[in-house]
C-alpha cells in the first residue's frame, strides 16, 4: 500500500488517538430507517462531476435541522458516545457522497491522505461515516488509515460503519471498475 500524496502530512504526528471502532453488517433499524426519511431540502451540493457527488447539509447547528436530521443524528450521537467518542451534538457536519463509476476511467479519487480535525469545518471532530453500499463490481473504496508507523486498510461492504477520532489520517482507497458507492459522513465536534 503506499501513501497516494503524503506531501501535506506529517505521518508521525498523532500517535495516541482513540480506537477505531467498525460495525460489519450494521443493522440498527433506527439509523437505517431515519437515513431513509432524510429530505435533503437543505442540502448544498460542493462537488459535482460525472463521477462523484457530495451534498452537504447546510446548517452545522442541530437546532437549525429538519427534524428527519434530527432523528438520524441523535441516533448517530447516540452510537457514537456509547463507543467511548465524547461529542457536543449541537456542534456538527454532515456530508452525502456518492461515487458513481462507469468505466470510462482506470480509476478514481477525489480526497487524498487528511485528517478530519478543522478541514470542512472549524472545529476538532470525531467521524462517523455510514457506508450505505458499495457495488461488488468495484474495486478499493476501502477505508485506508495511518497508525502507529502502518498503513492499515478496513475493507468496506454494505452497511459498513467506521467510527473515528478526527485526528486519524486516511482516506478512502482509488477506486475502480463500475459501479456506485454511497456513505455519509457525520462529523461532531470533539469535546
Not at 497508525?147 to 468496506?156: A, H, L, P, S, T
Not at 454494505?158 to 456506485?180: A, D, F, Q, Y
Request: glycine share 4%.
Amino acid at each position: 500500500m503506499s501513501k497516494n500524496d503524503s506531501s501535506t502530512i506529517n505521518f508521525g504526528e498523532h500517535i495516541n488517538i482513540p480506537n477505531i471502532i467498525v460495525s460489519l453488517n450494521f443493522s440498527n433499524k433506527d439509523i437505517i430507517s431515519s437515513i431513509q426519511d432524510i429530505s435533503l431540502s437543505d442540502e448544498t451540493i460542493l462537488n459535482k462531476d460525472n463521477n462523484f457527488k457530495r451534498i452537504t447539509i447546510k446548517s452545522n447547528r442541530f437546532s437549525n435541522l429538519s427534524p428527519e436530521l434530527k432523528i438520524f443524528v441523535n441516533n448517530a450521537y447516540q452510537m457514537m458516545t456509547t463507543n467511548g467518542f465524547s461529542c457536543n451534538k449541537n456542534k456538527l457536519f454532515i456530508e452525502f457522497q456518492e461515487y458513481n463509476l462507469d468505466g470510462l476511467i482506470d480509476k478514481y479519487s477525489v480526497f487524498t491522505w487528511h485528517y478530519d480535525d478543522n478541514a470542512a469545518h472549524n472545529f476538532k471532530c470525531n467521524t462517523m461515516i455510514i457506508y450505505l453500499n458499495k457495488d461488488e463490481s468495484l474495486n478499493g473504496g476501502n477505508f485506508l488509515y495511518y497508525y502507529d508507523g502502518k498503513y492499515k486498510k478496513i475493507f468496506v461492504k454494505n452497511n459498513t460503519i467506521v467510527m473515528c477520532s478526527g485526528r486519524l489520517v486516511h482516506t478512502p482507497e482509488i477506486l475502480s471498475g463500475i459501479g456506485k458507492r454511497k456513505s455519509i459522513v457525520i462529523q461532531f465536534e470533539r469535546i
